[in-house]
Each structure stands twice: as structure tokens, then as C-alpha cells.
């Protein structure tokens, strides 16, 4: 039961330019949607969240859009840098909920 | 800053043992939670645990796995007898409360694997 999609199991981005996530839900009960990162040998940091009733959340080089008509959502990274490099997880969460849903995560490589 | 700290960063165990992994977390968080990673597969859900009680669980976390806080810092998962399908990189996370657990802080994780 796959209630959040990532897609693509991996992505490599030039430096510079703009890095895009994607991710689907199924599920149209989830109050968050967040994005966690993951660099090797630790655990996941909480990067950036939105909230269900909003289509747009920026902080600093990250923007996430959530599109609930298409249950899709998607983080940008503008500009990449070499240290965004990580595995980066789309998650989500309802409110009456303590658990977080994860997807499978997409490996972001950020080229010289 | 503050952060969720678990030992043992691997721990290597037979078939049919037990193991006990150990999590401390961030002093003033009331919300503890664990989930897990099997290789190649998303991170799951396992429990959630507040006031001394588990509060939610997972299909995953069966009679085999129990949690505790058998004091005021230790958060601790105990699997009583381990199978081959447990070996995952197992996460403890805590948050200050409920409504804030989509901010939970999340341990480096502790590789179990099970032979």
C-alpha cells in the first residue's frame, strides 16, 4: 500500500541549476505533506513541510508546490549546491495520526 | 543543538535472539516513535509512544517487539525474537508534542542485522 510515490529513484542536477522532486499521494486525508533529507550513516533531517490548505511554501533555496486536484507535490532546490546531495524522502501525515507515511526516497546527485 | 542519539550504530545477532535497541532523545520531547528501513524499501512506521504507553502501532510491531522508557532518558525497542525479515536500519524519533510530530527529530539510526 503505496500512499506516497516517488517515482524516480534517482536524479542528478548540474550545480547551479534547479533541482525538482516529485512526489505522489493517494491518500486525499493527509493535513502534511513534508520532505525530509538523508545523507549516509544518519537519519533523516526534516527539511521543509506544507500544509494541505496551501499550494506553496518557501524557505530560503526550497520551495514546495502541492497540487491537491493531481495529488502531487514537489520540492525545488534553486540554486543546487554540492552539499544538497543526499537521499531526500517525501512524506506525509494527518493530523489525527502519529505516524509519518514515507515514500521510497529519490537520490539527488549534484554534478560539478 | 539538541539531537536524538541511539546505540549500538550495528548490531549483528542469530536467528531466535533477542536485541535490544536503545535510543536517547531529546530531553524535553514527550513523543517518541520508532520506524524502520529495510534495505531498499521505504522508511515504515513501527509506534508511537507517550505518558509511559504506547499510543499507535503499526501492523509491523506484532508481539514480538515491545517498547519502553525504563527511565527518564532511555527510549528502548526490544525485538524478543529476532527473524531474518527484522535486519533494517531501525529509527527513533521524538518530537515535543502531537501536534508537532511532523517535526519530529530523528536518530542516526541503528543497523540491525540478523543472520
Known amino acids: 500500500d503505496q500512499q506516497v510515490k516517488q517515482n524516480s529513484p534517482s536524479l542528478s542536477v548540474q550545480e547551479g541549476r534547479i533541482s525538482i522532486l516529485n512526489c505522489d499521494y493517494t491518500?486525499?486525508?493527509?493535513?502534511?505533506f513534508l520532505w525530509y533529507k538523508k545523507y549516509p550513516a544518519e537519519g533523516p533531517t526534516f527539511l521543509i513541510s506544507?500544509?494541505?490548505?496551501?499550494d506553496k511554501n518557501e524557505d530560503g533555496r526550497f520551495t514546495v508546490f502541492l497540487n491537491k486536484s493531481a495529488k502531487h507535490l514537489s520540492l525545488h532546490i534553486v540554486p543546487s549546491q554540492p552539499g544538497d546531495s543526499a537521499v531526500y524522502f517525501c512524506?506525509?501525515?494527518?493530523?489525527?495520526?502519529?505516524?509519518?507515511?514515507f515514500g521510497k526516497g529519490t537520490r539527488l546527485h549534484i554534478l560539478p | 543543538e539538541p539531537e536524538v542519539t541511539q546505540t549500538p550504530s550495528h548490531q549483528v545477532t542469530q536467528m531466535g535472539q533477542e536485541v535490544i535497541l536503545r535510543c536517547v532523545p531529546i530531553?524535553?520531547?514527550?513523543?517518541f516513535y520508532w520506524y524502520r528501513q529495510i534495505l531498499g524499501q521505504k522508511v515504515e512506521f513501527l509506534v508511537s509512544?507517550?505518558?509511559?504507553?504506547?499510543?499507535?502501532k503499526s501492523e509491523i510491531f506484532d508481539d514480538q517487539f515491545s517498547v519502553e522508557r525504563p527511565d527518564g532518558s532511555n527510549f528502548t525497542l526490544k525485538i524478543r525474537s529476532t527473524k531474518l525479515e527484522d535486519s533494517a536500519m531501525y529509527f527513533c524519533a521524538s518530537s515535543h508534542d502531537q501536534i508537532l510530530a511532523r517535526f519530529a527529530d530523528f536518530g542516526p539510526g541503528t543497523r540491525l542485522t540478523v543472520l
Open positions: 530531553s524535553n520531547h514527550l513523543y
Open positions: 506544507i500544509s494541505s490548505i496551501k
Open positions: 491518500n486525499s486525508m493527509f493535513d502534511y
Open positions: 509512544f507517550y505518558n509511559n504507553e504506547i499510543s499507535e
Open positions: 512524506a506525509a501525515l494527518q493530523n489525527r495520526d502519529d505516524k509519518i507515511i
